[in-house]
């Protein structure tokens, strides 16, 4: 992925990530609380198999369409 590219999908991250706080379900691993930044980066990792940087640029509206699938499917 180029540079432009992984500074627009990290600020979909984030915004992401901004409106999931407090609405992800409870963890007995996170008793603290889950971090929803790290989460939606986990979940582009094991749907892509790959960190989201690494994914090519042609896969990118497949990959704006995972995250608001997150957004919108907090678990």
Known sequence: M??????????????TGDELIGRLPDHPSHPKGRNPYAHIALEIK?????????????????????IEFIQNNPR
Do not use: A, R, V
Not at 46 to 66: A, C, R
């Open 46 to 66: 094991n749907h892509f198999g790959m960190s989201y940087k690494d994914i090519e640029d042609d896969k990118i509206p497949e990959l704006e369409k995972f």
């Open 2 to 15: 180029n540079e432009d590219n992984k500074k627009k999908i990290w600020k979909l991250i984030q915004k």
